[in-house]
T-cell receptor, first 112, second 113 residues
Framework: GENVEQHPSTLSVQEGDSAVIKCTYSDSASNYFPWYKQELGKRPQLIIDIRSNVGEKKDQRIAVTLNKTAKHFSLHITETQPEDSAVYFCAASDAGGFKTIFGAGTRLFVKA | EAGVTQFPSHSVIEKGQTVTLRCDPISGHDNLYWYRRVMGKEIKFLLHFVKESKQDESGMPNNRFLAERTGGTYSTLKVQPAELEDSGVYFC???????????FGAGTRLSVL
């Protein structure tokens, strides 16, 4: 069946450093890739998404890259801050964004 | 605008009992999804409603799980009888429109003892 692999499961960085989370997906029909951030005790919230017609998208300190050939996509956070500490989930779905397959999550710690 | 709300936030029950989780989507959102996250693992898709109809229930674990969305507004997810492996956080999400961005509720943490 479809699956999304996410690495690493835990990531610890120093404030100001960059963080990179990588995902791979199995369903070649996937063409929508959202990223969610879940802070402790809160709901998952969409922080950025990318569709298969582009290779990169940036929003302030976060960016996402997509390599459809290799079925890889990554989240990049630059100049990390303590408030970036959370669990981040990658996901892949079809064009309608209906059935969404999530990765297992990456727990990011940003040390002040 | 109110977000997706879920009730209860936490439920502790014994094996063999019945539990019903409720989800109120964002008003006007036709699409409603149920997911489950077992500790440390992925957020796993359970099913998808479009209004009151089940569009995709391929992720439902077994027939102990029953989801309904009568009237196409709020949804319930009933587990009967509950087993230990049903423990986890159950998330609901809703979406609307062409971009179909999913908005999540805060989840219900279910503990089956």
């Amino acid at each position: 069946g479809e699956n999304v692999e996410q690495h690493p499961s835990t990531l610890s960085v120093q404030e100001g450093d960059s963080a990179v989370i990588k995902c791979t997906y199995s369903d070649s029909a996937s063409n929508y890739f959202p990223w969610y951030k879940q802070e402790l005790g809160k709901r998952p919230q969409l922080i950025i998404d990318i569709r298969s017609n582009v290779g990169e998208k940036k929003d302030q300190r976060i960016a996402v890259t997509l390599n459809k050939t290799a079925k890889h996509f990554s989240l990049h956070i630059t100049e990390t801050q303590p408030e970036d500490s959370a669990v981040y989930f990658c996901a892949a779905s079809d064009a309608g964004g209906f059935k969404t397959i999530f990765g297992a999550g990456t727990r990011l710690f940003v040390k002040a | 605008e109110a977000g997706v709300t879920q009730f209860p936030s936490h439920s502790v029950i014994e094996k063999g009992q019945t539990v019903t989780l409720r989800c109120d989507p964002i008003s006007g959102h036709d699409n409603l999804y149920w997911y489950r996250r077992v500790m440390g693992k992925e957020i796993k898709f359970l099913l998808h409603f479009v209004k009151e109809s089940k569009q995709d229930e391929s992720g439902m674990p077994n027939n102990r799980f029953l989801a309904e969305r009568t009237g196409g507004t709020y949804s319930t997810l009933k587990v009967q009888p509950a087993e230990l492996e049903d423990s986890g956080v159950y998330f609901c999400a809703s979406s609307h429109g062409a971009k179909n961005i999913q908005y999540f509720g805060a989840g219900t943490r279910l503990s089956v003892l």
